[in-house]
């Protein structure tokens, strides 16, 4: 068993309604990322500084962090997208939940966010989808909240 929430990923995606996953049991199940492509990224929240004459810092203030899910998806024969696009804009606000490859390590949740879709092609990786989830304030709690399967 793992120590570390890493390796093969499961991710998990529901209609997000007021801030908060629609239905608990309507969490469906995408097709595996490409490898080593699912990440949540901070953005540090703004800076208020207070300085005097001469330049000195009195004091400071931060707001707080932003985040995004990202993953890349295979576009594969006879497997339907997780979600449908209009060149690239995916309607509707949506729920996501990771699991680590361990599912008693923490993975994530986020209760709300919009997502865009990067369609591209390569001859090395075939058809691509890149998906941007821009994670909203949620009804309640923090907006990446940690999870662990069954707790």
Same mark, same amino acid.
């Given at each position: 068993?793992?120590?570390l929430s890493?390796?093969?990923?499961?991710?998990?995606?529901?209609?997000?309604?007021?801030?908060?996953?629609?239905?608990? %049991?309507?969490?469906?199940?995408?097709? +595996?990322p @490409?490898?080593?492509?699912?990440? !949540? *990224?901070? *953005?540090?929240? +703004?800076?208020?500084?207070?300085t005097?004459?001469? &330049?000195?810092?009195? $004091?400071?203030?931060?707001g @707080?962090?932003?985040?995004?899910?990202?993953?890349?998806?295979?576009?594969?024969?006879?497997?339907?997208r997780?979600?449908?696009?209009?060149?690239?804009? !995916?309607? &509707?606000?949506h729920a996501?939940? !990771? +699991?680590? %490859?361990?599912?008693?390590?923490?993975g994530?949740?986020?209760?709300?966010?919009?997502?865009?879709? $990067? %369609?591209?092609?390569?001859?090395?990786?075939? @058809?691509?989808?890149?998906?941007?989830?821009?994670?909203?304030?949620?009804?309640?709690?923090?907006?990446?909240?940690?999870?662990?399967? &069954?707790?």
């Amino acid at each position: 068993m793992a120590v570390l929430s890493w390796g093969k990923c499961k991710i998990e995606t529901t209609p997000s309604t007021n801030g908060a996953p629609t239905s608990p %049991e309507a969490w469906k199940a995408l097709d +595996t990322p @490409k490898e080593d492509t699912t990440k !949540i *990224t901070p *953005t540090a929240g +703004t800076e208020k500084t207070a300085t005097e004459e001469g &330049g000195e810092l009195v $004091d400071v203030r931060y707001g @707080k962090n932003t985040y995004t899910l990202e993953f890349d998806m295979f576009v594969k024969k006879g497997t339907e997208r997780p979600f449908e696009d209009n060149d690239g804009l !995916i309607a &509707g606000e949506h729920a996501f939940r !990771i +699991t680590p %490859e361990d599912e008693e390590c923490e993975g994530a949740q986020i209760d709300r966010s919009v997502v865009r879709c $990067d %369609e591209s092609y390569s001859t090395a990786d075939g @058809k691509m989808l890149h998906y941007v989830a821009r994670c909203l304030k949620p009804k309640t709690g923090k907006t990446v909240k940690p999870y662990t399967k &069954g707790s």
